[in-house]
């Protein structure tokens, strides 16, 4: 089945196709069309993991652009330990993603289109993750980032949703555009771009020590871009225009996950570069608290869920750019799970009171109990509170930066908040009274089951990583026994961590009141503005494009009208002004051109008779 | 027939060429002055008949003797009746548009 590995991501494009084609008219078959699709990619990827497993590695390219002799394109799939185990992630979050937006995006006047979008995000994310090249992987990159483009946008007719899509889009293309260069960069120096070629090409030192750290910064732009690091984390927050079952998917458990899958899949080559390495964990470690601080004090859910990805994000980069590629992609791993059922929670209470803003929540256990225990147990794990996922894997990354002590620290106080922030949602969103009013209607089953689905992997898929079981993803991504990175100390301090930002939590949010809080916000009024104002990030961007680019523009526009312009039209000026004196030649007066003419014959006379009249013949 | 007399004083190429240029001149004076159509159309025919004449007058100096120029001299006639058929009618059509036949009225196609 390895072999044929791409079926799994050629299904979810037949799909696409066949709703473009024509089953769009039909809502039922474009939605069924998805989630069958995917249902059998996830059952391939389960057979292509366990061949994996067994030992089965697949690389295959062809040639895609021929060109002069060794120089030349081609695109291919690869399937090792990581391909496998992000394709089941990726095909098993999306099919329980699908069968919740059956429910959720019910009675949608895009219900087909919305599909066919996710069927084709499916297939993009696949084929990022089986590509074998940067130049393939590339490809898929640019797809994904349209789909997400184009479900943020979703509701097009909101022009916040418009103007999300629009910024998501184009901050991630700065970091594209540096990907692309980066991707250019190790060409010129290893003369290939597949990942096994560049592998061989460093490890030989055929790469110069600059060039490879120079191309792997590129490369880590592309991955900043694309999992919203510090500074291209703005568009983030505002994605979470797009449905929840997106923001679950797209903007949580997978597309965001590609910069670190990115990172991941390159980490051979960023081992031969400290300083790359030291950029990425750094970057890593500043955009996991930084974004925590910020998810502390958003009011709208969807958001303090999107700045918790952020942070995590940067947890799994910290863990990169520290060298444990496995203790990030397991993260990665946990992560996808937890924060999609976080997701999907948030959906099922928005569904129900038609708002994203928490303080017009509150006391929603008794109606949706479901989501109040998931989101209380994927709140957990996220928080890293034994024995629950997301417990091994934040371990297993404090462990490998306890030899860093300011990093450590930052991953430290990270912890803290993310169980602050996440308690806080939970407090303001289940507990207490009723703020808002609801608009009672029962939750679609299909709405129901991928919640209660998600639970089990919640909870359980960190065991794979757990040291007592012997770490087996630790060791099937690494391809060698590994020893988990796990510390007794480090484990136990930051559950106490977690276990004291939940009580933080409980003391400013307890019970499912707002007072501590607001008293606290009053007594750190700057802290509290600079972090609801995002530290003025936004507004950083807004003057740069407002004043510095647009500015430059008008400086441009200036010269061309000015200066280019003006020699263009000086040209034609010209032509007409010699026109205009020699049109006073032609009179009109046959006479005059009778004169002409003699005047002319005589001179020709006069010329052809010239050695004449001198006497010289 | 009588055998031909020498001449008293006898015609020279010159005569002829002097004759010639002083019929051309005439008509070029005509034409570059005149601004009544018929009377350039006229003048026009003066030129021609200038040339006719030095066609005519270094025909007789050809050796061995040809008709070439004596020809060529019929062949302007015949032309000229042509010419000055098309211009008559041209200058009729510029009357009828314009009600004169002044050659400075008509300055239609003044830049």
């Known amino acids: 089945m390895s072999q044929n590995a791409w079926i799994v991501a050629a299904l979810p494009l037949a799909s696409f196709l066949l709703i473009a084609a024509g089953a769009r008219r039909s809502e039922r078959a474009s939605a069924w069309l998805t989630i069958i699709s995917i249902g059998l990619g996830a059952g391939i990827s389960g057979l292509v993991l366990a061949e994996v497993a067994g030992g089965a590695r697949v690389q295959q390219s062809f040639a895609w652009l021929p060109l002069s002799g060794a120089f030349g394109l081609s695109l291919g799939f690869q399937v090792d330990p990581l391909t496998a185990t992000m394709l089941v992630v990726v095909t098993s979050v999306s099919l329980l993603v699908q069968i919740y937006s059956l429910g959720y995006m019910r009675g949608d006047a895009g219900y087909s289109r919305y599909f066919a979008a996710m069927s084709l995000f499916t297939f993009s994310m696949l084929g990022l993750v089986l590509a074998n090249s940067l130049l393939t992987i590339y490809l898929f990159w640019e797809l994904v980032g349209l789909c997400s483009y184009l479900l943020i946008g979703h509701w097009h007719e909101r022009p916040e949703a418009a103007a999300a899509a629009k910024k998501a889009f184009i901050v991630t293309r700065f970091g594209d555009f540096a990907f692309l260069l980066g991707i250019l960069f190790l060409y010129w120096h290893a003369g290939t771009v597949d990942f096994t070629g560049l592998e061989q090409a460093a490890a030989a030192g055929r790469i110069p020590a600059a060039a490879l750290t120079v191309g792997m910064l590129l490369v880590f732009c592309g991955a900043v871009g694309k999992s919203a690091q510090f500074p291209l984390h703005v568009w983030l927050p505002d994605a979470m225009e797009g449905p929840t079952p997106v923001s679950a998917l797209i903007h949580a458990a997978t597309m965001v996950a590609a910069g670190v899958y990115l990172m991941a899949r390159t980490s051979p080559l960023l081992e031969h570069s400290a300083t790359a390495m030291l950029v990425v964990a750094g970057v890593g470690g500043f955009t996991a608290i930084f974004a925590a601080t910020m998810g502390l004090v958003a009011n709208d859910i969807k958001r303090v869920l999107a700045y918790s990805t952020v942070s995590q994000l940067g947890y799994m980069m910290l863990a990169i750019g520290l060298g444990a590629m496995a203790a990030g992609v397991f993260h990665l791993f946990n992560h996808a799970f937890f924060k999609a059922l976080l997701f999907l929670c948030a959906g099922s209470v928005i569904h129900l009171m038609n708002t994203n803003d928490m303080f017009e929540m509150g006391g929603l256990r008794r109606q949706r109990p479901l989501a109040f225990w998931a989101t209380t147990i994927a709140a957990l794990s996220l928080a890293g509170v034994f024995p629950l996922s997301g417990f091994w894997s934040k371990d297993e990354i404090l462990a490998a930066a306890s030899a860093q002590p300011l990093l450590f620290a930052a991953a430290l106080v990270t912890v803290f908040l993310t169980a602050t922030y996440m308690f806080r949602v939970i407090f303001l969103t289940f507990l207490g009274s009723p703020r808002g009013h609801a608009h009672e209607h029962p939750e679609p089953v299909s709405m129901a089951i991928p919640l209660a689905v998600l639970i089990v992997p919640s909870i359980l898929t960190g065991l794979l990583g757990a040291p007592m079981v ?38 400013l949010y307890g019970g499912g009141k707002t007072e501590p809080a607001a008293r606290l916000a009053a007594q750190f009024r700057p802290a509290h503005q600079l972090l609801v104002n995002r530290y003025y990030m936004d507004h950083l961007y807004d003057w740069l494009v407002r004043r510095v680019v647009l500015g430059i523009g008008w400086i441009a526009n200036r010269i061309d009208l000015g200066l280019i312009d003006w020699m263009v039209n000086s040209v034609g000026a010209a032509a007409v002004a010699a026109g205009g004196s020699l049109r006073r030649i032609q009179s009109g007066q046959v006479q005059t051109y009778a004169w002409a003419f003699f005047a002319g014959a005589v001179t020709l006379a006069v010329v052809a008779a010239w050695p004449m009249l001198m006497g010289t013949r | 027939m009588p055998p031909s007399l020498p001449p008293l004083y006898p015609i020279t190429l010159q005569h002829g060429l002097l004759l010639g240029a002083a ?6 004076a005509g034409v570059l002055a005149k601004r009544n159509a018929i009377v350039i159309l006229m003048a026009v025919e003066v030129m021609l008949n200038g040339v006719n004449v030095t066609f005519v007058a270094f025909a007789g100096y050809l050796q061995p003797p040809v008709l070439t120029g004596q020809v060529f001299a019929v062949f302007v006639i015949a032309v000229a009746a042509a010419e000055a058929a098309v211009g008559l009618a041209i200058i009729i059509a510029i009357y009828r548009l314009r009600q004169t036949v002044q050659v400075d009225k008509a300055d239609e196609l003044r830049g």
Request: charge should be negative.
């Open chain 1, 470 to 507: 012997g770490n087996p993803l630790g060791s099937f991504l690494e391809g060698q026994a590994a020893h988990a990175e796990f510390d007794p100390t480090v484990a136990a301090l930051s559950t106490a961590v977690a276990l004291g930002g939940i009580l933080f939590a409980w003391a």
């Open chain 2, 23 to 28: 019929l051309f001149s005439v008509g070029l």
